[in-house]
């Protein structure tokens, strides 16, 4: 029986051109008979550092032998093959080529979690693992039973590496029957793991069920086209870079122009050079940006549409401040690893202070702490499930998978709904401030604070007190040669907040401590304050 959000699913799939059969591996390798068919000497990949590139019939052949390669192992539905490497050309057709085989792609951020891979590595029980040499990893191999290859070096028709492996087509095997029970869509399609240090990092488990048709609604929601060439330099060991970047290009016969890592120096050098028309970002790297002394204005960049901003919220004026000096429209997304992008928009579509309209067939909904929807305007949290009785999963240190949450699951963020249904963020549930029983935004604070010329960041957290149980306190950076005082900066805010909601007291600081993936961290502000 079709149900209404696999019928809303369907609506979904036709919309954003994803029409293909089922919603598994097959779709994908839809996507790439489509693109191989349409323009097969067209780049799907361009590595920005030193030009070499793959085009869309080179990446379904690769993808097709790689999947041969692996059915002749025994390596299918649900048996992990395990990646351990960084942005590369290699790395992608990996990605895309265990997909395409239906198998599960077990990505780990290598410098991130190495200190965690005596875990990881039993947990995920691998049939293969890949590896890029000069990270140090050979002597990890002992860790599991699956055999270990070096990743190597792709070129056309062959390579070194796996990809020698993969010059000679292995024999098809026989066609497995298919039965009512055996969905391909529900089969798990990627695990990659949270970025933990201190703390052990999450497996998260996605099935192709999850992962595909949210790339093909994440490419409509930011207006993506097969004209496109959008540059990405974040890590594709993780669910952002991985389903906006990777997949949802692949879904249009986009281009991916990809680096290595961030480099401010090469940041609009890459731009021009490549002509990409969208650019990823999130609020650090536009900080690092403003921070430097590019004279780049967006009539020098033709091509380029909007650089996107995710991770985290984008202060309005930090946004503003932005556009103002380059010239550059900026799009903000949203998203979460459990569950995908869950928003977005384009340089057209946007609104400051948004992170864009809900992608529709995720169904999100802001509802209070009972579950009930809140109106238009009203904060509360932020709740998604558009997939049925779907679970979310990660897995577990023994291997064994644990559900998170079934049906609808919360993402830990804070916002509302404004009356035209654009999603606003107002902070994550464990930022709140409660002062008196009434819950404050940090970010709300922090707004006013950027309002003042002489700061460079702000954030805004709750100490511990004794009438209120918390009170607000604001830490920010100066630019460099500005001299304001703290109270100076209090009576900025007590001019534009409210007295309850208003800083009671300011705190200086050099920087603002970050995550590894560059957000701010407002609990090592606490943890210093106590």
Same mark, same amino acid.
Request: contains cysteine.
């Given at each position: 029986m079709t149900?209404?959000?696999d019928a809303?699913?369907?609506?979904l ?10 919603r +598994?591996p ?7 008979? !489509?693109? /191989?068919?349409?323009?097969p ?8 550092e030193?030009?070499?590139a =793959?085009g869309?019939?080179e ?5 097709a032998r790689?999947?041969?390669h %692996?059915?002749?192992?025994? *390596?299918g539905?649900?048996?992990?093959v395990? @990646?351990?490497?960084?942005n590369?050309l290699?790395?992608l057709?990996?990605?895309?080529g265990?997909?395409?085989a ?7 951020h290598?410098?991130?979690n190495?200190?965690?891979?005596g875990a990881? %590595?039993p947990?995920l029980a691998?049939?293969?693992v $890949? ?5 140090g990893?050979?002597? @990890?191999a002992?860790?599991?039973?699956a ?10 028709g062959?390579?070194v590496?796996?990809?020698a ?8 095997p &026989?066609?497995r ?6 969905d391909?869509?529900?089969?798990d399609a990627v ?12 497996g998260v488990?996605?099935t ?17 086209g097969?004209?496109?060439? $959008?540059y990405?330099? !974040?890590?594709?060991?993780? &669910?952002? /870079? ?8 692949l879904?249009?016969? /986009?281009t ?10 090469r940041?609009f ?8 028309t ?5 609020p ?6 403003l921070?430097?002394?590019d004279a ?7 091509? @380029? ?5 995710s991770?985290?919220?984008?202060l309005v004026?930090?946004w503003r ?27 057209k579509t ?6 864009g ?5 995720l169904c ?7 579950g009930?929807?809140?109106a ?5 949290h932020?709740?998604v499930?558009?997939? +049925?009785?779907?679970?979310?999963r990660?897995i ?11 049906g609808r699951?919360?993402?830990g ?5 404004? /009356?035209d249904?654009?999603?606003? @963020?107002?902070g994550r549930?464990k930022d709140?401030? =409660? !002062? ?5 935004s ?7 604070? $950027?309002e003042?010329?002489?700061?460079a ?7 511990p007190?004794? *009438?209120y ?8 950076? %100066?630019k460099?040669?500005e ?7 209090l009576?900025?805010?007590?001019a534009?907040?409210?007295?309850f ?12 401590p970050?995550t590894e993936?560059?957000?701010?961290d407002?609990k090592? $502000?606490?943890?210093e304050? !106590?």
């Amino acid at each position: 029986m079709t149900t209404p959000d696999d019928a809303k699913l369907e609506d979904l799939r036709r919309d954003t051109g994803a029409a293909a059969p089922g919603r +598994g591996p097959e779709l994908l390798r839809a996507w790439l008979a !489509r693109a /191989a068919a349409a323009h097969p000497e067209k780049p799907y990949l361009v590595c920005v550092e030193d030009g070499r590139a =793959i085009g869309y019939a080179e990446l379904a052949r690769t993808a097709a032998r790689i999947a041969a390669h %692996l059915a002749a192992r025994g *390596i299918g539905a649900n048996s992990r093959v395990v @990646l351990l490497a960084n942005n590369s050309l290699e790395h992608l057709a990996v990605y895309v080529g265990v997909l395409a085989a239906g198998a599960t792609i077990c990505t780990v951020h290598v410098e991130m979690n190495r200190s965690h891979f005596g875990a990881i %590595l039993p947990a995920l029980a691998p049939r293969l693992v $890949l590896y890029e040499e000069g990270l140090g990893l050979e002597a @990890l191999a002992g860790q599991t039973s699956a055999p270990w290859r070096p990743l190597g070096r792709w070129e056309r028709g062959g390579g070194v590496g796996f990809f020698a492996d993969l010059a000679a087509p292995d024999p098809a095997p &026989a066609a497995r029957a298919q039965s009512a029970e055996d969905d391909a869509a529900a089969r798990d399609a990627v695990i990659f793991f949270t970025s933990g240090t201190s703390a052990r990092p999450k497996g998260v488990v996605l099935t192709y069920r999850e992962l595909l048709p949210n790339a093909a609604a994440t490419a409509e929601a930011f207006g993506l086209g097969p004209d496109d060439r $959008l540059y990405d330099y !974040r890590s594709f060991n993780w &669910a952002s /870079a991985q389903i906006l970047s990777a997949l949802a290009t692949l879904s249009v016969g /986009a281009t991916l122009l990809l680096g290595r890592k961030f480099s401010r120096s090469r940041f609009f050098a890459d731009i021009a050079r490549y002509e990409a028309t969208v650019a990823t970002g999130n609020p650090t790297v536009l900080g690092m940006l403003l921070q430097g002394d590019d004279a780049v204005r967006g009539a020098d960049l033709p091509h @380029l549409r909007f650089i996107t901003s995710s991770s985290a919220p984008l202060l309005v004026e930090e946004w503003r401040r932005f556009e103002q000096r380059f010239g550059i429209p900026v799009a903000q997304g949203y998203g979460s690893s459990e569950t995908g992008w869950i928003a977005g928009c384009t340089d057209k579509t946007k609104r400051y202070g948004s992170v864009g309209e809900p992608l529709p067939y995720l169904c999100l909904s802001v509802v209070d702490r009972e579950g009930r929807a809140l109106a238009p305007g009203e904060i509360g949290h932020v709740e998604v499930g558009g997939l +049925g009785a779907n679970a979310y999963r990660y897995i577990d240190e023994d291997g064994r998978m644990r559900v998170n949450a079934t049906g609808r699951v919360r993402t830990g963020d804070m916002g509302f709904l404004d /009356a035209d249904g654009y999603l606003h @963020l107002t902070g994550r549930e464990k930022d709140l401030i =409660i !002062r008196g029983g009434v819950n404050i935004s940090p970010l709300e604070i922090d707004n006013v604070l $950027l309002e003042l010329p002489g700061i460079a960041e702000a954030a805004t957290i709750g100490v511990p007190d004794k *009438i209120y149980g918390e009170e607000v306190v604001s830490v920010v950076v %100066l630019k460099p040669g500005e001299a304001l005082a703290a109270a100076d900066i209090l009576a900025f805010c007590a001019a534009r907040i409210p007295a309850f909601k208003a800083p009671k007291q300011i705190v200086f600081r050099t920087g603002l401590p970050k995550t590894e993936r560059g957000k701010l961290d407002r609990k090592v $502000l606490v943890e210093e304050w !106590r």
